[in-house]
Structures are given as C-alpha cells and as structure tokens.
C-alpha cells in the first residue's frame, strides 16, 4: 500500500471484540499500522463497517488446538496484541501474556477491560454505564434531583478506554525503542475515567468548582453553559463561561440588568433564557451570534454535523451521507493518517514472515 501515516509498518493483531477494543485497532490502523484481526467463527454479533476498517481478518476457532496454534504463531511476528475479554480468557486459550512474551520477547500486549486485570471486581461483568457511576464522575451529571444521565458509552469505553489503551501501547512502544522489551499495558475503563477526572480532582480542595449538580457549573447548573429549547423544537448549546464571553452574549441578547453570571442570580437568568430562546428559531440564533466569541452553537444531529460547514471545509467526515464516518484522528502534517481499504490477510501474513525472515 505504501507509506500513509505514523505507524506504517507496525504489525497489530487484534483478537475480535466489541466497543472499545476494536475502535483501538481502528485508531491504528487510521495511522497506517498493519491490523490483522482474529475473528470467531460467525463474527462478533455487531459488524460495523466503520471501526472495522482497514484491517485484514483471518477467521480463527480459538476453541480447537489448530486454532489457538495458528493464533500463536501470527503473534509471534507482531509487534502488537490487542485484547478486550475479561481477565482469565487469554490464559485459558494459552494465548496469555507469559507464553506470547516467550515467543516474542519484543510485543507489546494491551489488554482493554472496564476493571482491570487484578481487584476486587476484576472478574465481574459491566459496561460503560457501570465504570462512570464506580468512578465518581457520573454522579455529577444530569439534573439536579433527577438521576443521572449517562452521556452516552463516550467517557467510558472510548475517553477512559480505547484511547487510553492507545497511548498505553504507543508509550510501551516508545520504552521498547531504549529497552528491547515488550510489556503487558493494563488499560482499565475505570483507571481511565478517573484519570479524566484530573481537573475535579485538582480544582476541588480550592473551591474552584463543585462536582454537586446544584452547583457545578460545566454539569447544567449555570445558565451560561447549558442547552436551551428554540422556537422550532430544535437546541442551541450555551458555554459563556469567561467573562468577556459572557459580555458578547449578554450584549447580542440585548439582556436585562438582572441576567448576570452571579451565582445568586442563576435561576432568574435560566429563566429569562429559556423565554428568551423559546421566541424564534434555531437558525435566528445561529446568525445573531455567527463568527462571535459568545460560544453559542447549534446542536446538531450527526447528519446535519457531517453537512455543516466547518466540517466540509476541513474534512472532518468521511463518506457519502448514507456512509459517514470520521475522519482519521489526529492529523499530521507530514505522515498524515488515512481510512485504508480492507486488506488480505493471506497477503499481510505473508509480508510479516518475509519481514520476519530478514
């Protein structure tokens, strides 16, 4: 295929999963890494044309001796595993960490589960859902005396999953270049999401912000950084935060005295707001405040994301509007990523042996 993009020529095998395990693999293989995928007999249950891309699949049945064979012997020519199953799995397929380093000394073996390999929930089940409401971030979202709303599967299986997997295997990568060894990378949904609570964590014990809903101003609970309801139905997104933001909106609305950032003066504000938005159209408000600083945009539908714009100028989707998908992300200005074709396993296996061999 040739050279497109930072990781051309990394050897990536990645034993099928769902959610955020394979989006990991898709991350790679966007960056021109060489993904062969290890599939079960009769697939996933969840094909998805989008993070599947761009990889070569070669069907395994790891449940037979031949299988789990063929298996070791493909790892043993990458340069990296990547695994979603629950703690346990991979050893019992004698595909574990320990045999797998014995045979490749050099790979690096991620492993993407919600609690980790070892603790005291480490073998219980669990999706996004369960990880955000363990790690102390769920609790603050939503409105106040409403439970919790789950923001989508975003912040947990992708924020504090897949993309924390990524950088754990490309830091690995990085020590191997000084060390020569490969290692295992634990990468935990929980350990990720509440390593995305940083900011909370550092801004808490000054007083800086609060994680109560009452109170916690990038949660909803302050006027100038919520959604509110148009005329036609549709939403327009506020985050007014810094002052001089917050003047460019309070100016374009032509607002009364009484709508201030002031915290006593919050549910006045909201109030005076949602009347306010409530009196013409999504696109009125879009153009009073077009090309200002006020932070107001319109909330849109991924359809109407993949048209607006921003998004066509700079590429941000990819595909027809039957087909989006994203972009490759982030960008590089000299080995820039790309969405490959799907590739022929047959014929990748065949450039790692002769790579192998030299």
Excluded at 18 to 42: E, K, N, Q, T, Y
Excluded at 230 to 235: S, V
Excluded at 242 to 252: N, Q, S, T, V
Aim: charged content about 20%.
């Amino acid at each position: 295929m040739g050279d497109r993009g930072p990781l051309t020529g990394l050897r990536v095998v990645e034993f099928e999963g769902i959610g955020p395990a394979p989006h990991c693999a898709m991350l790679f293989a966007d960056m021109g890494a060489d993904v062969l995928r290890i599939s079960r007999p009769g697939g996933n249950g969840w094909p998805n044309p989008v993070m599947d891309r761009g990889r070569a699949s070669l069907v395994l049945d790891l449940a037979t001796a031949e299988g789990r064979a063929r298996a070791a012997e493909i790892v043993a020519l990458a340069d990296v595993l990547i695994e979603g199953f629950r703690p346990g799995v991979m050893e019992r397929l004698g595909l574990g960490p320990d045999p797998m380093a014995e045979a490749n000394p050099r790979l690096i073996y991620g492993r993407l589960t919600g609690w980790g390999q070892e603790g005291a929930l480490a073998r219980t089940a669990g999706h996004d859902i369960t990880y955000m409401a363990m790690s102390g971030a769920l609790a603050a979202m939503g409105r106040p005396g409403e439970p919790p709303v789950p923001p989508l599967n975003l912040v947990g299986d992708f924020g504090g999953g897949s993309a924390y997997l990524a950088f754990g295997i490309v830091a690995a990568l990085w020590e191997r270049e000084r060390s020569g060894k490969g290692q295992v990378v634990d990468a935990a949904i929980l350990d990720g999401v509440a390593s995305m609570m940083a900011m909370f964590m550092g801004f808490l014990p000054a007083g800086l912000i609060s994680l109560d809903r009452e109170e916690n101003f990038l949660g909803g609970a302050a006027p100038y950084y919520r959604c509110y309801r148009c005329a036609d139905g549709r939403d327009i997104a506020v985050g007014a935060i810094e002052p001089h933001f917050w003047r460019i909106l309070h100016d374009r609305l032509e607002a009364p005295a009484f709508v201030s950032q002031e915290r006593s003066a919050w549910d006045e504000t909201a109030a005076w707001f949602e009347r306010t938005f409530a009196t013409r159209p999504a696109d009125h408000w879009v153009s009073l405040f077009e090309g200002s600083d006020a932070c107001v945009a319109p909330v849109l539908t991924l359809a109407e994301a993949r048209r607006h714009p921003h998004h066509r100028s700079r590429g941000t989707f990819a595909g027809t509007d039957g087909d989006i998908q994203p972009a490759p992300a982030p960008r590089f200005g000299r080995t820039p990523g790309a969405i490959g074709p799907a590739r022929d396993a047959a014929a990748l296996l065949s450039a790692w042996r002769s790579a192998a061999a030299r």
